[in-house]
């Protein structure tokens, strides 16, 4: 899933839909999540109607309609934690885990999503990459871990479970810095 569903307010609004390397900031957080070795991508949206438009825009230009759900997170202002959970709600029954790509980082390394897909394959109920010994995004969560991530509220997301996992929680090495890297305000576009 892709959270895309906040204000942006720090970066005076409309950030995932300005102006970035020819598209805009939402587009690479979604091929990033095509990318990825899942059946579905749901984009969950609330704050702003104009990132719907252009997850439809970019599944037109993508030709990737049949893999895009798009499902509006109707309490976003209550926080990540309700976009997160309007996410797992749309997601299919039989999922056996859930990839959470956030909207305002377009620089994920690609290369690292099949080796997250085998830690869980492997075991793990959650594996995350890292680079410089810094945690990133996306993380990858069992389905087993759903209802916990059903429980959380306000801004914090999922950082409160990924802490609790421990040695259940795969760390997986990036090529680059892009699983750090989020744009807050305008000028990390440059």
Do not use: N
């Not at 049949?66 to 509006?72: A, E, S």
């Not at 309007?86 to 290369?111: E, K, N, Q, T, Y």
């Amino acid at each position: 899933m892709v959270l895309a569903a906040g204000a942006g307010s720090r970066f005076g609004g409309g950030k995932l839909t300005a102006s970035w390397r020819g598209g805009v900031l939402l587009d690479a957080a979604l091929a990033a999540a095509l990318a990825a070795p899942v059946r579905k991508v749901t984009v969950v949206w609330g704050a702003d109607p104009k990132v719907a438009t252009a997850v439809r825009a970019y599944a037109a230009s993508a030709d990737a309609g049949d893999r895009l759900v798009l499902t509006q997170a109707e309490r976003h202002a209550e926080g990540l934690s309700a976009s997160l959970a309007a996410g797992i709600a749309a997601l299919a029954p039989d999922c056996s885990g859930a990839f959470v790509f956030l909207g305002d980082m377009p620089r994920i390394p690609m290369a690292v999503l099949p080796r997250l897909a085998e830690a869980l394959d492997q075991g793990a109920l959650a594996a995350a990459p890292t680079f410089g010994g810094r945690r990133g995004h996306p993380v990858l969560f069992s389905a087993s871990l759903f209802p916990d991530l059903l429980r959380l509220s306000g801004e914090r997301g999922a950082a409160s479970v990924v802490a609790g996992l421990g040695d259940r929680l795969t760390l997986v090495d990036a090529p680059d810095d892009g699983v750090l890297f989020d744009v807050d305000r305008p000028a990390d576009m440059a």
